[in-house]
């Protein structure tokens, strides 16, 4: 065994689930539908593996002096379980049921069990779930697809009998050096200086809540999601390319635009996952890496949208070069907001999250479904979830209901998707002057409900419409 300090963002998601004690807030994870019957024994090895390979899933938090450090063991005993559900009536239903009650179970981050769990859900002769749960602070999304990627090779090799012997595949205790090395570097000064000079003096008005409970907010959230067919994303593609830019960039533009009425500022800041890899070694290592880096938009109504598009090119670029500085520490520069209660410093949590999952397990193939906890604690949160070249692309929103209604978010999902297709089309428009209203919408505001006609019982006279009264 050995043991090591938290990295930043370890520290960051420790003292953050603090906060919120028998929480499930930081647990990842989501289920793998598999088209076909895998076997539960090769399963268990094929977890096993994957776990004596990773280190990051054998770690757990203990305390030196009361402070949180993290343990690394030479050897660990995976929770891997075996649930049939192929004699329920809805045997898929009674299974997602079991995973989804199973995700919102918090981790005790003070026993000595690890941090993931794994589960073989049968629901039928040819048909399984993949179910398995990760706490945040050993993993990140990027890890997840990771894992996905070993377990189901180490399945196939161990089912073929063509398995290697185990093996660390890379070490999240390089990183936790390499973390060390940066906290002492000029680099984390200049990181420091850039962060201070582009936050110094920048006050943004957060989204207020519509609650009377602005002081005592809580961490739950709703969702709702949409489906942006393949051949609309295809066409957003082209015009990217075509523009120098990247789907991201355009997502980002689309979200600023249809976003930046609802809150009361000048300003305007995106929330925005970093992969934090800075090289091949920690791309191919599991363990949580993710940051969080801010995007400030302060932009003039009068530039089209191509323009803005530009703008958010040009800006992230710059902010890339010292993206590694620690967000926790951003907050303590200068980034103003709502200080009395826990809502994040950003408008908006934006997530793209573009993994390669089209593999197959024992030569089957899988559907994977992240789940949510339904915790979130931005106002809003976006996710953009593309997981295969040549399937449709989910885009989920999670939105804290002490801010907003559902009907407004349900009008902000329904819109976005036809702004993607509007703005693809015709970029050329002032980003003031984009109507946040379908067509729809519009006429039934201007016309339907203000309109002086109404339809008058058919009776003989006025003497006859008094007398019915």
């Known amino acids: 065994m050995s043991h090591f300090p938290l990295t930043q963002p370890q520290s ?16 990842i994870g989501g289920k793998v539908e598999v088209s076909g019957a895998l076997d539960f024994h090769t399963f268990r090895k094929a977890v096993h593996k994957l776990v004596a390979e990773n280190d990051c899933l054998r770690s757990r938090i203990l305390y030196a002096d009361s402070v949180p450090i993290m343990e690394y063991c030479d050897h660990a005993e995976p929770s891997v379980f075996f649930l049939d559900f192929s004699d329920h009536p809805d045997p898929e239903a009674s299974a997602n049921a079991y995973a989804r009650e199973s995700f919102i179970q918090p981790f005790n981050l003070e026993s000595d069990d690890l941090l993931c769990s794994f589960a073989l859900l049968k629901v039928g002769a040819d048909r399984c779930i993949i179910f398995s749960m990760f706490h945040h602070i050993i993993a990140d999304g990027w890890t997840i697809s990771l894992l996905f990627t070993r377990l189901a090779a180490a399945y196939t090799k161990i089912r073929l009998n063509d398995d290697d012997p185990e093996k660390l595949v890379f070490s999240y205790r390089d990183f936790i050096e390499d973390e060390l090395n940066y906290q002492q570097s000029t680099q984390y000064l200049s990181d420091r200086e850039y962060w201070h000079q582009k936050l110094s003096g920048t006050r943004i008005s957060m989204f207020l809540p519509d609650q009377a409970s602005e002081y005592n907010l809580s961490p739950v ?22 523009n120098g830019i990247t789907i991201f960039h355009f997502l980002l533009g689309v979200t600023y635009i249809q976003m930046k009425p609802l809150c009361d500022s000048d300003g305007f800041i995106f929330g925005l996952p970093l992969l934090n890899r800075s090289s091949k070694k920690f791309r191919n290592t599991a363990g949580l890496f993710m940051g969080i880096t801010p995007l400030v938009m302060n932009v003039d109504a009068d530039i089209d949208f191509t323009e803005l598009l530009q703008l958010i090119k040009t800006e992230l670029r710059e902010n890339y070069r010292h993206q590694r500085f620690p967000f926790s520490k951003m907050n303590r520069l200068s980034v103003s907001g709502n200080p009395e209660h826990l809502q994040p410093p950003y408008h908006v949590f934006f997530s793209y999250e573009k993994h390669d999952y089209s593999v197959m397990v024992g030569g089957y193939a ?10 979130e604690r931005a106002p809003i949160a976006i996710y953009v979830r593309e997981f295969d070249d040549n399937k449709d692309v989910t885009i989920n929103f999670e939105y804290n209901p002490d801010y907003f209604e559902e009907t407004v978010i349900r009008n902000q999902v329904m819109r976005f ?10 970029s050329h428009q002032r980003i003031g002057s984009v109507s946040l209203l379908s067509a729809g919408e519009r006429d039934r505001l201007l016309y339907s409900f203000n309109s002086p006609f109404c339809e008058l019982p058919e009776v003989g006279s006025l003497l006859a419409l008094f007398s019915q009264e």
């Open 366 to 375: 899988c559907n994977v479904v992240p789940f949510t906890n339904h915790q």
């Open 417 to 426: 998707v036809s702004l993607l297709d509007e703005l693809s089309v015709d």
């Open 221 to 242: 959230s709703k969702g709702l999601s949409v489906v942006v067919s393949r051949s609309l994303y295809n066409r957003i593609a082209s015009f990217a390319e075509n």
């Open 12 to 27: 960051d998601i420790y003292y953050e689930q603090m906060l919120y004690p028998g929480s499930a807030i930081y647990n």
